[in-house]
């Protein structure tokens, strides 16, 4: 029988072994037993303990999202990290080791505190954490490399808590701080998200100049990196929707440049039958109508019918939707026959997916309602039945003979 001791080296390793593997419950699974196995191979050493539930907690987070449990476990690490240094005489190894056990609690907890929208806690233990980082480097415990890639999940960190908090300027100065930090480890792809943070800040001031600025900065990153690749599509689809509700009309008229670059990128990397280009499309629609093209508009909507069937399902809310835009626009450019058949296909489905009284099926019932009304509608309505009429009862042939 394999003793204690061992038993925490191979669940330990294969922890390390699953994470690698990017299987996380099994991961999981082998620290809990970490957990357990350490209580007997440590004993009184509290810190050991502590360093076992502290990672837990961080793969619970990480790994599942899981904030109350990972909040649950780092109650149990703070304690025993507590304890370890007010009654023990701790060396200087032990020290640092408990430092960066610190660190790792700090971290966690504001992960788990921003993931539980408990803001205030989320932000003073990012802090907490900036100043356990600064003490361990100094001691040389971690390299450059290390503190600048820990510094920047703390100013990646902080900007979301300033932000939710309704701090713009604050938020905005993190964002700095974190360009600052990759243009000095020269990972310039990096820089993209940051200025995609800065711009949607700006965006929710509507301070659309500068959110166009600096997106239009990480354009020109994502473009020299990957000029077709997933997140230059992105970029420019983030561009395009900037750029159209700008109210000067030189942004409107070079989004629809954005849209057709987006669209292009889209195709390119995730595929046309993919949510991400056919949202995309979309939004270049309504751009398009905006802008009076309806014809266009009408062709890209009608041929993505297919796909979206395909996607999506038949009877799904984004069919229906597509339905309802092509019998919208069919409705003000007059061709109410095609509007009747288009919008009475999406009345079928929501019916389906909403039922009668849902007020998305009311407003498309009350669009049937009223083209049903239409002359041109009745008239075809009529012929329809006497068709149908017709074909249900047929002429009796003459027998040839003469009365």
Same mark, same amino acid.
């Given at each position: 029988m394999m003793p204690p001791e061992e038993k925490f080296i191979h669940f330990n390793c294969r922890a390390q072994a699953n994470e690698d593997n990017q299987e996380f419950d099994?991961?999981?699974?082998?620290?809990?037993?970490?957990?357990a196995l350490t209580r007997l191979v440590a004993g009184e050493k509290?810190?050991?303990?502590?360093?076992?539930?502290?990672?837990?907690a961080k793969a619970y987070l990480q790994f599942k999202g899981w904030g109350l449990q990972a909040l649950e476990h780092l109650a149990f690490a703070k304690e025993l990290l507590l304890f370890h240094s %007010? +009654?023990?005489?701790?060396?200087? *190894?032990?020290? $640092?080791?408990?430092?960066?056990?610190?660190? %790792? +609690?700090?971290?966690?907890?504001? *992960?788990?505190? $921003?993931?539980?929208?408990?803001?205030?806690?989320a932000g003073s233990s990012f802090l907490e954490a900036e100043k356990v980082l600064n003490d361990l480097y100094q001691h040389g415990v971690m390299n450059l490399e290390e503190k600048m890639k820990t510094q920047l999940e703390i100013t990646s960190g902080l900007c979301r808590v300033y932000t939710r908090q309704n701090r713009p300027e604050e938020a905005l100065s993190q964002c700095?701080?974190?360009?600052?930090?990759?243009?000095?480890c020269n990972k310039f792809d990096k820089m993209c998200s940051v200025y995609k943070d800065m711009a949607?800040?700006?965006?929710?001031?509507?301070?659309l100049n500068k959110a166009i600025d600096y997106l239009s900065k990480a354009h020109t990153i994502a473009m020299s990196h990957s000029p077709e690749g997933l997140e230059g599509a992105q970029i420019s689809h983030s561009l395009a929707m900037v750029l159209s509700a700008a109210p000067d009309q030189h942004h409107n008229e070079t989004a629809g440049e954005y849209f057709e670059r987006s669209l292009h990128a889209y195709r390119?990397?995730?595929?046309?039958?993919?949510?991400?280009f056919l949202a995309a499309q979309d939004n270049f629609c309504r751009y398009l109508l905006m802008n009076g093209q309806q014809e266009k508009c009408l062709e890209i909507q009608r041929a993505s019918l297919e796909s979206k069937r395909s996607t999506f399902g038949d009877l799904s809310s984004e069919v229906a939707e597509t339905l309802q835009l092509i019998g919208s626009v069919e409705m003000t450019e007059g061709r109410m026959n095609q509007a009747y058949r288009t919008m009475t296909e999406c009345l079928d489905i929501q019916s389906l997916l909403y039922g009668l009284q849902h007020k998305k099926t009311r407003a498309v019932q009350k669009a049937v309602n009223t083209l049903a009304r239409e002359p041109e509608v009745v008239e075809r309505q009529q012929h329809s039945r006497r068709k149908k009429k017709i074909d249900k009862f047929p002429a009796?042939?003459?027998?040839?003979k003469k009365i």
């Open positions: 099994a991961c999981i699974q082998d620290l809990v037993r970490c957990v509290q810190l050991k303990l502590a360093q076992a539930h502290a990672k837990l %007010s +009654v023990l005489a701790c060396n200087e *190894g032990e020290k $640092l080791e408990a430092l960066a056990c610190h660190l %790792s +609690v700090h971290l966690t907890q504001a *992960g788990a505190s $921003l993931l539980t929208d408990n803001l205030e806690e700095e701080k974190s360009l600052d930090l990759l243009k000095n949607t800040i700006e965006q929710e001031r509507d301070h390119n990397s995730v595929g046309p039958h993919d949510p991400t009796i042939p003459s027998s040839g």
